[in-house]
């Protein structure tokens, strides 16, 4: 059964829900699964991101990098999950994994494969203010990961995430930036071009520069780090982390303790 934040879904009455969005969304939410379908960019950019979360987490609170389970005992958020592409590896490094998004389609096929791998995750369907409304503990890890740039409202999506971080914990937001480049290669190119995503995936209006992302989070209290980029490499098809931040980049923001 999905669990679903009362009032969250529906109308949208909060600044993260967009309608457009969800249905794009939910409309291909069976095809999370299959590397080789629509979310096949994600499949090959998702082992550069969580090798990223996680030496960011072993960093920041101090485990020992050889922890079979690293993450045992932190309660980690992923906001905007979609069928779960990072929820499951978050749940198998040892973190009480909580998953929510919009589209209650994307929540069941997330749902659904995670029964199939014998996973215990939290999937809910709703939206970050809906946790927040029902006064939900704060998580040591909140994952911002390729949502912001599909939201209506950017800045207070950024802040109301923030809210949700403890003392001491922190976020990883991971968009993408505002320039002619990022245009260029994530939208023109791997829409248009190459067919690597859906036409309309992605509004470059919605896009961030990381001072913006940035200035948001640090208004909610979060101390954000220097950005890190994220760049691919065509003749070999991988992604790796570098300090280009001209297209895809990801922003490290802890909350300080009191």
């Not at 939201?151 to 403890?166: G, H, N, Y």
Request: glycine share 10%; proline share 8%; hydrophobic share 40%.
């Amino acid at each position: 059964m999905v669990k679903t934040i009362e009032g969250s879904l529906g109308a949208p009455r909060t600044p993260s829900i967009d309608p457009d969005e969800v249905e794009k969304f939910s409309s291909i939410a069976a095809e999370w699964w299959d590397p080789k379908g629509k979310f096949r960019p994600l499949h090959r950019f998702n082992p550069v991101r969580l090798r990223f979360i996680r030496e960011t987490a072993e960093r920041h609170f101090g485990i020992d990098p050889g922890k079979v389970k690293p993450l045992e005992g932190l309660r980690l958020l992923d906001i905007g999950c979609g069928g779960g592409l990072v929820c499951e590896p978050m749940a198998r490094l040892g973190a009480a994994v909580t998953g929510v998004d919009a589209s209650e389609a994307n929540i069941k096929t997330a749902l659904t494969h995670a029964q199939e791998e014998g996973l215990s995750i939290d999937y809910r369907a709703g939206t970050a203010e809906g946790l927040i409304d029902a006064g939900e503990p704060l998580f040591d890890i909140v994952l911002n990961l390729e949502v912001v740039e599909h939201v209506a409202d950017p800045i207070q999506f950024l802040k109301d995430t923030a809210s949700l971080v403890r003392p001491g914990g922190l976020m990883i937001v991971a968009t993408l930036n505002k320039t002619a480049k990022a245009l260029a290669t994530a939208v023109v190119g791997a829409e248009y071009i190459l067919g690597w995503l859906p036409r309309g995936t992605h509004d470059w209006s919605k896009f961030l520069p990381p001072e913006d992302v940035r200035d948001a989070l640090a208004a909610a209290g979060l101390e954000p780090e220097t950005p890190a980029g994220v760049s691919y490499a065509p003749l070999t098809g991988a992604w790796r982390i570098t300090e280009d931040t001209s297209v895809n980049y990801m922003i490290v923001a802890p909350r300080p303790e009191p």
